[in-house]
C-alpha cells in the first residue's frame, strides 16, 4: 500500500517564525490533503491540492504529484497554529482509502 | 449547510461488550468514511461507503463493521470490544460526485471518543 511519511515529526517555533512541512508519498495519488487537528481532536481543512499551489492567508500548499511530494507553508507562526498537522493521500480507484502520515506536532511559543 | 455529525461524542464500555456509532454526513455528501485514531497506531483507515455498499475496507478484524442507509447515514459497530479498541473513532463525508470540484475532499466529524475499561 502507500506509505506517507511526514517532516519533521516535532517542530518548536517561535511565534511570528515561519516554516516548512513536508508529505512524502510512495505511489502515485489522486487525492491530497492537510488538516490541522486541535486540542480537542476536530480535524480541520487546510487545503486539498492533489497538485498545484494553493494559498489561503498565512498558509499555502504545493503539491508535486510527479515527485510525489508536498510542502506546507506557515509564515508568521502564531500560538494558535500549534497542533498536529496531518497530511492524507488516496486514491479513488472503485473504492476510496485514504492513508495519513504521521503527523507534524508543532509548537508555537509566544 | 451543517457540518458532518458524530453521535454519541463520549462512550464508556467494558471489555465484551459491543458499540454503535452514528455519523451524518454533509447533506448531498454520499459517500462516508471511517477511520480510528490512537497515539500508538495514529489514524487508520477502517472502511468507505457510497450509496449504501462498502467500496473498500481497512485491515481491521471482523469484529468492526458498518453499514450505510439510505439517506447516507452511516453507522459503525464493534462487537466483543477489547482495551485496545480505546481510541478517537472520525468519521468523515466526501461528495464523491464527479461534477463537483474536489469531489474527493473529505470534511470530518468531531469524533466518538471511545473508552474500554
Known amino acids: 500500500g502507500i506509505q506517507v511519511e511526514q517532516s519533521p515529526p516535532d517542530l518548536i517555533l517561535q511565534e511570528g517564525a515561519n516554516s516548512t512541512l513536508r508529505c512524502n508519498f510512495s505511489?502515485?495519488?489522486?487525492?491530497l490533503q492537510w488538516f490541522h487537528q486541535n486540542p480537542w481532536g476536530q480535524l480541520i481543512n487546510l487545503f486539498y491540492i492533489p497538485s498545484g499551489t494553493k494559498q489561503n492567508g498565512r498558509l499555502s500548499a504545493t503539491t508535486v504529484a510527479t515527485e510525489r511530494y508536498s510542502l506546507l507553508y506557515i509564515s508568521s507562526s502564531q500560538t494558535t497554529d500549534s497542533g498536529v498537522y496531518f497530511c492524507a493521500v488516496g486514491r479513488s480507484t472503485g473504492g476510496f482509502k485514504t492513508i495519513f502520515g504521521a503527523g507534524t506536532r508543532l509548537f508555537v511559543k509566544a | 449547510k451543517a457540518g458532518v455529525t458524530q453521535t454519541p461524542r463520549y462512550l464508556i464500555k467494558t471489555r465484551g461488550q459491543q458499540v454503535t456509532l452514528s455519523c451524518s454526513p454533509i447533506?448531498?455528501?454520499?459517500?462516508v468514511s471511517w477511520y480510528q485514531q490512537t497515539p500508538g497506531q495514529g489514524l487508520q483507515f477502517l472502511f468507505e461507503y457510497f450509496s449504501e455498499t462498502q467500496r473498500n475496507k481497512g485491515n481491521f478484524p471482523g469484529r468492526f463493521s458498518g453499514r450505510q442507509f439510505s439517506n447516507s447515514r452511516s453507522e459503525m459497530n464493534v462487537s466483543t470490544l477489547e482495551l485496545g479498541d480505546s481510541a478517537l473513532y472520525l468519521c468523515?463525508?466526501?461528495?464523491?460526485?464527479?461534477?463537483?470540484?474536489?469531489?474527493?475532499?473529505?470534511?470530518f466529524g468531531p469524533g466518538t471518543r471511545l473508552t474500554v475499561l
Open positions: 468523515a463525508s466526501s461528495p464523491r460526485e464527479r461534477t463537483s470540484g474536489g469531489y474527493n475532499e473529505q470534511f
Open positions: 505511489d502515485s495519488v489522486n487525492n
Open positions: 447533506s448531498g455528501h454520499r459517500s
